[in-house]
């Protein structure tokens, strides 16, 4: 299987990156820090296919990203107040939320009780978000290599592993989002990031 490339602002591309998702298969694009690697989200072998391809150990959890917040009702069994404040707060942006995960979401995606969450900065992903609905999407890299920047960088690690790369030029690479676990009360910061800690306890 070769991969395909194609330009993420092109109608046609996002159709088709739609079609492969629905497909079962593997679309990696750009966000607002690396470039991301998406499978269905109620799909069990496409998110096997995720671990496949990166070489990934099957017991780290993968990531679940969401283009509206009222999406998040639909990957969380329930949403906590703290949840819903810090969302309506910082999404879209550098935020990851853990929440208590929806029961009937494929084991492997994450094997314990929660899930964790986010929704980009990113109008482009936003779009295929909107369209296809909460996708698993985790880093599209080989486990333990570089993090993806540019579609080539996707390229030369994950060529003939996936279906298709919507090429969106360089990302910044920036500062990795700030995971907040709501799960618990009070909320714990578990991953200093983006956000601030005197800005999420501000929030709170």
Not at 8 to 35: C, H, M, R, W
Not at 48 to 63: L, N, V
Not at 108 to 116: C, H, I, M, Q, R
Request: glycine share 8%.
């Amino acid at each position: 299987m070769k991969t395909r490339v194609l330009p993420i602002n092109s109608f046609n591309s996002l159709k088709e990156a739609l079609l492969v998702i629905q497909a079962g298969g593997l679309v990696a694009f750009p966000t607002d820090t690396v470039y991301g690697l998406a499978a269905d989200l109620h799909s069990r072998s496409a998110i096997d296919r995720i671990y496949q391809a990166k070489g990934r150990d099957m017991t780290k959890a993968i990531p679940v990203l969401i283009g509206k917040k009222e999406h998040l009702d639909q990957v969380a069994s329930t949403v906590p107040e703290s949840a819903r404040k810090l969302a309506d707060k910082f999404w879209p942006g550098g935020l990851t939320l853990i929440v208590p995960r929806q029961p009937e979401l494929p084991e492997n995606l994450s094997s314990g009780p929660t899930v964790a969450v986010r929704m980009p900065d990113y109008e482009p992903v936003l779009t295929v978000l909107h369209h296809c609905g909460p996708l698993a999407v985790t880093s599209a890299n080989l486990s333990g290599q570089a993090n993806p920047l540019s579609a080539e960088d996707v390229l030369a690690q994950l060529d003939t592993r996936i279906d298709l790369i919507l090429d969106g030029g360089k990302v910044t690479g920036g500062i990795p989002s700030t995971i907040v676990d709501c799960s618990v009360e009070p909320p714990i910061i578990t991953r200093h990031g983006a956000i601030s800690d005197e800005d999420i306890f501000a929030a709170l």
